[in-house]
């Protein structure tokens, strides 16, 4: 089965500041790995996806997050982070990379706060 | 844009009540989904439903649970008889727009959440 791990449930940051969010897989096969965000009351939002093209994918907002084979490691950053910012962040990874019935698997989620 | 709704968006219920979560999902979509995150806990995946039946289920979907797609629209969870550890959020998704391509990972499109508390 496959799996994700974040580093850090709650991560703090100064406004303008790198963001750096960690999430390792676990997969016996080559992975399909999301990043989504979660603002207070609302859904799941996806922030950027790899899907085995480009190891360095760009999102929404800003993010972006490179795959890393070597270090089984699919981390989201950007460069400067805004008060918006702050929610709930959670890696994924899909143990069905075929059209449709995309079963995830998610990390425990990392919050977010951005310090003014 | 499109979004995925869901009612309600709390619900309190007594133990042993039965209760019912309800999603529309995007319209053109084919796959529907629901997840759900026990306070401080993963979100999990619980069952996902493609052409008018169950495809996929989790451990956790046992027979206390069903899902139906009553009408065009809407997409539901039923919990028959309702446990202090069924209390969690339900994500409802959905995916998969008719003739779309195969290609990469099929993006879900998730729902606010419906907040389930089991008293």
């Known amino acids: 089965a496959q799996s994700v791990t974040q580093l850090g449930s709650h991560v703090s940051v100064s406004e303008g500041a790198l963001v750096l969010l960690r999430c390792n897989y676990s997969?016996?096969?080559?992975?399909?790995l999301f990043w989504y965000v979660q603002y207070p009351n609302q859904g799941l939002q996806l922030l950027l996806k790899y899907t085995s093209a480009a190891t360095l994918v760009k999102g929404i907002n800003g993010f972006e997050a490179e795959f890393k084979k070597s270090e089984t490691s699919f981390h989201l950053t950007k460069p400067s982070a805004h008060m918006s910012d702050a929610a709930e962040y959670f890696c994924?990874?899909?143990?069905?990379?075929?059209?449709?019935?995309?079963?995830?698997?998610f990390g425990t989620g990392t919050r977010l706060t951005i310090i003014p | 844009e499109p979004e995925v709704t869901q009612t309600p968006s709390h619900q309190v219920t007594q133990m042993g009540q039965e209760v019912i979560l309800r999603c529309v999902p995007i319209?053109?979509?084919?796959?529907f989904y629901w997840y759900r995150q026990i306070l401080g806990q993963k979100v999990e995946f619980l069952v996902s439903f493609y052409n008018n039946e169950i495809s996929e289920k989790s451990e956790i979907f046992d027979d206390q649970f069903s899902v139906e797609r009553p009408d065009g629209s809407n997409f539901t969870l039923k919990i028959r008889s309702t446990k202090l550890e069924d209390s969690a959020m339900y994500f409802c998704?959905?995916?998969?727009?008719f003739g779309q391509g195969s290609t990469g990972a099929n993006v879900l499109t998730f729902g606010a959440g419906s907040r389930l508390t089991v008293l």
């Open positions: 997969s016996s096969v080559p992975p399909y």
């Open positions: 998704a959905s995916s998969g727009s």
């Open positions: 319209s053109n979509h084919l796959y």
């Open positions: 994924a990874v899909s143990d069905h990379p075929d059209f449709g019935n995309e079963k995830l698997t």
